[in-house]
């Protein structure tokens, strides 16, 4: 079993929607959650950076982490074609290295 | 502010081959991650230097190695090439070891070919 779930999707939506991206995770020793975003063939980009639990939002983007269910979410709201791209979860225990645990990546579609 | 740069962009290389990528680290960071992507799947780790020495390493065998100069720029050397090292290989730098935040910046990655 992976350290972290992610579907992989494809994920299609119009132009407008709002978009669900989620996360499981297995180990409760996470305690920093991250989304990135990657365009083909470009390197992830740090969206949202969360610790423990609870709500961040930055514009249209919304993450969410309940650690209780180990699961968490990135929600995207008036959602643009330019939001077409791989969303990634990444999770980190507090350590004294820089490991991050990856999901597979979810490839959304926002179709105009 | 750079930004992290890595080079080459792409690189082909036979099975059995030896190949070393490189990444300099954006300005003001002195922590480097290296990871591999494999097409579909997220980035793994590979490991970590910071001030010049391995701190950290995740499941890759001893073939894959790295060095961490005084300038904080990095390499990712791979010995005796297989068909599976094909893939994208990103770097990645960050300000602290163990910050609060501690981001990483990613750059653009090379992507290896193994033939």
């Given at each position: 079993q992976k350290e972290v779930e992610q579907d992989p999707g494809p994920l299609s939506v119009p132009e407008g929607?709002?978009?669900s991206l989620n996360c499981t995770y297995s180990n409760s020793a996470f305690q920093y959650f991250m989304w990135y975003r990657q365009y083909s063939r470009k390197g992830p980009e740090l969206l949202m950076y969360t610790y423990s639990s609870g709500n961040k939002?930055?514009?249209?983007?919304?993450?969410?982490?309940?650690?209780?269910?180990?699961?968490?979410?990135?929600?995207?709201r008036d959602s643009q074609p330019s939001d077409s791209a791989t969303y990634l979860c990444a999770m980190k225990r507090p350590s004294n290295t820089g490991k991050l645990i990856f999901g597979q990546g979810t490839t959304l579609q926002v179709k105009p | 502010e750079t930004g992290v740069t890595q080079s080459p962009t792409h690189l082909i290389k036979t099975r059995g081959q030896q190949v070393t990528l490189r990444c300099s680290s954006q300005s003001g960071h002195n922590t480097v991650s290296w990871y591999q992507q494999a097409l579909g799947q997220g980035p793994q780790f590979i490991f970590q230097y910071y001030r010049e020495e391995e701190n950290g390493r995740g499941n890759f065998p001893p073939r894959f190695s790295g060095l961490q100069f005084p300038n904080y720029s990095s390499e990712l050397n791979v010995n005796a090439l297989e068909l599976d090292d094909s893939a994208l290989y990103l770097c990645a730098s960050s300000s602290d070891l163990q910050g609060v935040r501690n981001e990483q910046f990613f750059g653009p990655g090379t992507r290896l070919t193994v033939l």
């Open positions: 929607a709002i978009v939002e930055d514009g249209r983007f919304t993450a969410q982490v309940d650690k209780s269910s180990k699961y968490i979410s990135l929600f995207i | -």
